[in-house]
């Protein structure tokens, strides 16, 4: 069984600011890691990936993340946060060799002007 | 990236009527599509896995006779929400894995039954 926790439903923090969302995950197996971004009653938006290699993955739109497979944790980052980052974001996991994918709960990241 | 289309993006439909829902891959083959709901701010919840020319597999708990599926072709999987009720209400997105790592989206289907 694979599981993804996102413990934080919500995220605030001010323009400018760096931005952290976190994740954590249970698999059985090597896990393939992912980020994905929602906007308001659209689809998901594909930000990053882990598959194997260096431990700190960047993405789209400045986003990156860093795979700590002692903490089995995969937290998004952002050094400087920007009012359009404003959404819903999944953390997500799958074995290698299945394409099922297991969210997380999702959290909503606000960034204040 | 891919390009997954969804269509329609909105649709509203009286209860017990049937609802098509169609999801194409534009630049790419897919031989196995996936379709998720999504309720009001939570998670996607994966239905079933639609395998091009053959019958598609459902998840636990997922009725196969109200949510009919099918893949006919390598770039259209259609998911059916059939005698439809306000229940049925949701937010459905498919999704294909076109390159073996990453998933890709459709743009969603807000389905309203009233």
């Known amino acids: 069984a694979q599981s993804v926790a996102q413990p934080e439903d919500q995220v605030n923090v001010a323009e400018g600011n760096p931005l952290t969302v976190k994740c954590t995950y249970s698999?059985?197996?090597?896990?393939?890691l992912f980020w994905y971004v929602q906007y308001p009653n659209r689809g998901l938006q594909f930000l990053l990936k882990?598959?194997?290699?260096?431990?700190l993955v960047k993405g789209s739109y400045g986003f990156e993340a860093e795979f700590n497979k002692s903490q089995t944790s995969f937290h998004l980052k952002k050094p400087s946060a920007l009012v359009s980052d404003s959404a819903l974001y999944f953390c997500?996991?799958?074995?290698?060799?299945?394409?099922?994918?297991?969210f997380g709960a999702g959290t909503t990241v606000t960034v204040r002007a | 990236g891919a390009v997954v289309s969804q269509h329609p993006s909105r649709v509203i439909c009286k209860s017990g009527t049937s609802v098509k829902i169609e999801c194409r891959s534009l630049?790419?083959?897919?031989?196995?599509m996936f379709w998720y709901r999504q309720f009001p701010k939570k998670s996607l919840m994966l239905m079933a896995t639609?395998?091009?020319?053959?019958?598609?597999?459902?998840e636990q708990g997922v009725e196969k006779d109200k949510f009919l599926i099918n893949h006919a072709s390598l770039t259209l999987s259609t998911l059916t929400v059939t005698s439809a009720h306000p229940e049925d209400s949701s937010f459905y997105i498919c999704?294909?894995?076109?390159?073996?790592?990453?998933?890709?989206f459709g743009q969603g289907t807000r389905l309203t039954v009233v």
């Open positions: 882990y598959i194997t290699g260096d431990n």
């Open positions: 630049d790419f083959q897919a031989t196995t």
């Open positions: 698999v059985s197996g090597n896990p393939y």
């Open positions: 997500a996991v799958r074995l290698s060799n299945d394409y099922k994918l297991s």
């Open positions: 639609s395998n091009e020319g053959s019958k598609a597999t459902y």
């Open positions: 999704s294909a894995i076109p390159g073996g790592t990453e998933a890709f």
